[in-house]
């Protein structure tokens, strides 16, 4: 039995949906082009993981400049900045920071456990 368009699969078993307002709890509605509309979806998206760390990294540089720039301001025009946009600004910066952080000892975990020799 071939699904149809309000059919639900279900461990392997199509069940016909054909009774009005009420839908199944369980299940995945299968459309008939969900390959092709993910890869359409995900088409020109696709980094690697050298792409994605680099211009995260550079995220968290940005950061740290903004840090820099606005403590400067601070410093040379205290009038024209406002506290707490200092404080918003610092906190944003260290949290990136911790992030990049720990993506990095994970990064660096993972490879010493590939490169360590199997038991």
């Known amino acids: 039995m071939m699904p149809?368009?309000?059919?639900?699969?279900?461990?392997?078993?199509?069940?016909?949906?054909?009774?009005?307002?009420?839908?199944p709890v369980f299940g995945v509605k299968r459309f008939p082009n969900e390959d092709e509309s993910v890869k359409e979806i995900n088409k020109g998206t696709e980094k690697s993981f050298a792409e994605l760390l680099a211009d995260n990294l550079n995220k968290v540089n940005d950061d740290q400049i903004a840090?820099?720039?606005?403590?400067?301001?601070?410093?040379?025009?205290?009038?024209?900045?406002?506290?707490?946009?200092?404080?918003?600004?610092?906190?944003?910066?260290?949290?990136?920071?911790?992030?990049?952080?720990?993506?990095?000892?994970?990064?660096?975990?993972g490879w010493n456990e590939l490169k360590s020799p199997m038991i």
């Open 4 to 23: 149809i368009e309000n059919d639900v699969i279900y461990m392997g078993k199509v069940w016909n949906n054909q009774i009005h307002g009420v839908q």
């Open 67 to 109: 840090v820099t720039k606005i403590t400067e301001k601070l410093i040379t025009n205290p009038d024209e900045v406002e506290v707490h946009e200092v404080i918003i600004t610092m906190e944003k910066a260290k949290q990136s920071l911790d992030v990049a952080h720990n993506v990095i000892d994970r990064v660096v975990q």
